[in-house]
């Protein structure tokens, strides 16, 4: 055990225990710190075709989504084009009349597929 303290000087065994303690520090933090960039590079190169345009769009009447098709062909499918977004009304069953989701509520997959079906 190391007994004395920097300021008081530590004699040549306390010094010999406590470099084998410096040393794995030092290489722990490099190996975690090469497993954060790495994380970070991974992370940077799956984002480089995600572009946000802006925070809002602005509007307070809201946005009807429908959707994307192109004759028979569907390019978009309803539940893609709401997940992520926030209601502005609630989404009522138009055969219970049950609210499915709440205003103000961020969609989710589970929302997004209860909207699909109803």
Same mark, same amino acid.
Not at 49 to 66: R, Y
């Given at each position: 055990?190391?007994?004395?303290?920097?300021?008081?000087?530590?004699?040549?065994?306390?010094?010999?225990?406590?470099?084998?303690?410096?040393?794995?520090?030092?290489?722990?933090?490099?190996?975690?710190?090469?497993?954060?960039?790495? +994380?970070?590079?991974?992370?940077?190169?799956?984002?480089?075709?995600?572009?946000?345009?802006? $925070?809002?769009?602005?509007?307070? @009447? !809201?946005i009807e989504i429908t959707d994307i098709a192109v004759?028979?062909?569907?390019?978009?499918?309803?539940?893609?084009?709401?997940?992520?977004?926030?209601? +502005?009304?609630?989404?009522?069953?138009?055969?219970?009349?049950?609210?499915?989701?709440?205003? $103000?509520?961020?969609?989710?997959? @589970? !929302?997004?597929?209860?909207?699909?079906?109803?």
């Amino acid at each position: 055990p190391i007994i004395s303290n920097f300021k008081e000087g530590l004699n040549v065994l306390e010094y010999f225990n406590s470099t084998h303690g410096a040393r794995k520090g030092l290489a722990d933090t490099a190996l975690k710190t090469a497993n954060a960039g790495y +994380l970070t590079r991974k992370l940077i190169d799956v984002s480089q075709n995600v572009k946000v345009v802006s $925070d809002d769009c602005g509007t307070h @009447e !809201g946005i009807e989504i429908t959707d994307i098709a192109v004759g028979s062909e569907l390019i978009e499918p309803l539940e893609e084009r709401i997940f992520g977004r926030v209601l +502005l009304e609630d989404v009522i069953d138009p055969i219970t009349n049950e609210i499915l989701l709440y205003a $103000d509520t961020l969609i989710d997959e @589970e !929302g997004a597929k209860k909207v699909v079906e109803a």
